[in-house]
């Protein structure tokens, strides 16, 4: 148990329609990643969030949104859902590093999506 | 931006060291190099990282080449539980910087 929790575990819904994924990081952790992992794209790294602040940005979609609360638990927004979407969602979380982002990250076990 | 290239699988006999290997040969000077496993579809599990130094933990250990453009992930007696897809992960490093490249990952097959 790597301490990150993601809800919910599953996730099934239809083209259109819009969701939200929840992650709790570890207790004392700043940064919350998010990643998406389908079969034919392995892992992809979409956003960070560090203390409050969007930190980095990869491959997130413009349907897709996330924040981070100042209790640091994330959300990340999926809207206008496309088939393509289906995947494994995984949100991770890292405490501060030396140097600045040396950080080891801790893995949720995932939310995984079904758009039909 | 650095990217990594890795086999996309390897046999391994249980009890034996398993020698995982991954090509980063546009690696830059402030590029950190991790090892992250994945077991069936869990979460990534953390293994290890370095810089330059090889490193050591109880799980594995990573060497890097001096040139830095490659890097090989030891578990030293693999088990059967350590089937899994391995990543090697090269990661910027800085603020407001933080970019990740996942390789394809090798599939690990640690047989009886």
Known sequence: DSGVTQTPKHLITATGQRVTLRCSPRSGDLSVYWYQQSLDQGLQFLIQYYNGEERAKGNILE???????????????????????SALYFCASSAPGTPFGADTQYFGPGTRLTVL | DAKTTQPPSMDCAEGRAANLPCNHSTISGNEYVYWYRQIHSQGPQYIIHGLKNNETNEMASLIITEDRKSSTLILPHATLRDTAVYYCIVRAIGYNFNKFYFGSGTKLNVKP
């Open chain 1, 63 to 85: 349907r897709f949104s996330a924040q981070q609360f100042p209790d640091l638990h994330s959300e990340l927004n999926l809207s206008s859902l496309e088939l393509g979407d």
